[in-house]
């Protein structure tokens, strides 16, 4: 199929209970045909982000980066690898795409990467531990039900003065599912609160937003809210 003309999305009030072990089974089978997608769509606006967010943290010290659905790596792990002094966190819950990940990163910087797969409800991190976190086309595929529990467990594991970069669906949508996206075994979900109650999700949690920006995919017909926030300082 057209890998850039969707198909009909389904819109629903509910959740299928199944979500996750569906989409990790889905990203498992599209993990290529996605890569060659979202890196010919979504690179450039990806980039656009990241570099605004790094012109933000001090990467001459020591950094500490969560990347939540790091995807194949590229561009978004690579890049950050690229300084010296940051150690990243790849979270995915694709099993295919974490290894598509490791194969792409440099043999010289996997000293200063981490690879962990799964729901990133499930992770844990000491309070107070990292600089930034990153969510790109990733927290939008999460029930908007636990969307603001994990907007609670970032902003814990920031440090003062620490950044969250994510993109969130500027619609306010439930539950939306397609069942054959980019593959004919792709069923793909999303769901999100919107522009104005992600905004408001992010105050709730405490953080402050630096950045934002409502743009509407090239690839798609998907209308996306970029966020740059921070913790509170000390």
């Known amino acids: ?49 990241l570099d605004s967010l790094l012109s933000k943290l001090n990467t001459k010290e020591p950094t500490a980066v969560l990347e939540l659905g790091c995807g194949g790596g590229k561009p978004v792990t690579t890049t950050l690898l690229t300084h010296p002094k940051m150690t990243v966190t790849a979270n995915d819950m694709s099993s295919t795409q ?36 990153l969510g790109f ?38 539950a939306a599912s397609i069942p054959n996206w980019l593959h004919e075994k792709g069923w793909m979900f999303w769901s999100g609160w919107g522009e104005a109650g992600t905004l408001q999700k992010l105050k709730d949690a405490k953080f402050e937003i630096v950045e934002q920006e409502v743009q509407k995919d090239t690839a798609d017909s998907g209308v996306f809210l970029w966020v740059i926030a921070r913790t509170p300082a000390n």
């Open 98 to 133: 974490i290894s598509i990940a490791k194969s792409n990163i440099d043999p010289g910087t996997a000293d200063r990467v981490t690879f962990v797969e799964g729901d990133m409800m499930a992770l844990s991190f000491p309070d107070g531990s990292l600089d930034a976190v």
């Open 137 to 174: 086309y990733s927290i939008i595929h999460l029930p908007r039900e636990e969307q603001p529990k994990l907007l609670e467990n970032i902003i814990k594991w920031l440090k003062p003065g620490g950044y969250l970069l994510a993109n969130f669906s500027a619609v306010d949508m439930p």
């Open 1 to 49: 199929m057209n890998s850039t003309t969707p198909p009909t999305m389904a819109s629903s009030a509910e959740t299928p209970v199944d979500v996750k072990s569906r989409l990790k089974d889905s990203y498992d089978i599209i993990a290529n045909d996605y890569n060659s997608w979202t890196n010919k769509h979504h690179d450039t606006i990806r980039l656009k982000f």
